[in-house]
């Protein structure tokens, strides 16, 4: 062999475990809002250069990925290599720990993209598969696999899901016309992504002013989809909300968890538990419930991914609150007039741009989509 060929020879090699690492994470990606409260992980499974068993979380969080890929693949897995989005689970839950069924499976290697932060794995799961004599290598990746595992990351280390706030502007920079009135501000195609975006969050929450001015279904109607629509979220302090409203008259089909004042009305609640909403107390001051309270019982609740929808009120206070992981701004083309209201309540939108990176513009159709993160 020449110096070329051993030289060209480990960067190929690298090359192919970014691959496969790519294609698992983009297998986990189809998970997204429907494992909570466990991560959406995607796995590969390789042998000879021959992809022998992929897979994904299962809606409701189980089987897990790799078990998924390890039953595709049978006796196939024996001498492969495993690409896994997140570390395999050490513990007894709901299902065996994944390093075990890896292990009995013959692995011979595991590329692993991150280690699990959640204390019962945290580095576990790698000691065990090498403790089997497993080559292990961690790390390939990780960036995509933080922000693909951002939820399950924040509800561990934060104790709050992971937010990703959606505002929509018009091209003179309104959020809606006077009186808090629902305005046509984009396109079709935008509104397409804001579906898309719903059905890669375990829950959607607004503010009842959303509720009361657009009565809004809050679900994802793309084709095929509607099933694997979010948990819709309601601030409602006093119980207002009216029993008609779609919210709450489709929770047959789509959940509704509403959170009110500790002081607000037992009937109200009553009819409300009656309908199927779930009804969570927090504490307030003035009216305005507790932010902190909500996030904490959302994340017990087992909510990973949060999309915050509704109202320049709610908004605002997730921005005051530094709670805003991601942003998606939809710049549409029309004009709203002087007399329509801003997109953030007592804030300047630039105080949220800037404080957050913008990593991504794109059109939509006569729109514009701006997608900002948490600096690092």
Known sequence: MSETETAVAPSSAAADDERYMKLALALGRRGLGNTWPNPAVGAV??????IVG????QPGGRPHAEVEALRRAKRAAKGATLYVTLEPCSHEGMTPPCA???IKAGVARVVSALEDPNPEVAGQGHARLREAGIDVDVGLCAGEARQAHAGHISRIATSRPHVTLKLAVSADGKAGLAGRKPAPITEVEARDRVFMIRYQSDAILVGLGTILSDNPQLTTRLPGLYERSPVRVVLDANLRIPLSLSVVSTVGDVPTWIFCSKKASDVAEDFLTQKGCKVFRV???QGRLDLDEIMKILAEQGIT???VEGGPTVASSFAAADMVDEFVLFRGSRDVGD???DPLEGMPLDKLTGQLKLIDTALLGPDTIEHYVRAS
């Open 45 to 50: 499974l390789v042998k000879d250069g021959v």
């Open 54 to 57: 992929r897979g994904w979380t």
């Open 100 to 102: 075990d069924a890896v």
């Open 283 to 285: 504490d307030d001051t």
């Open 305 to 307: 991914r949060l999309m």
């Open 339 to 341: 007399k329509g209201i």
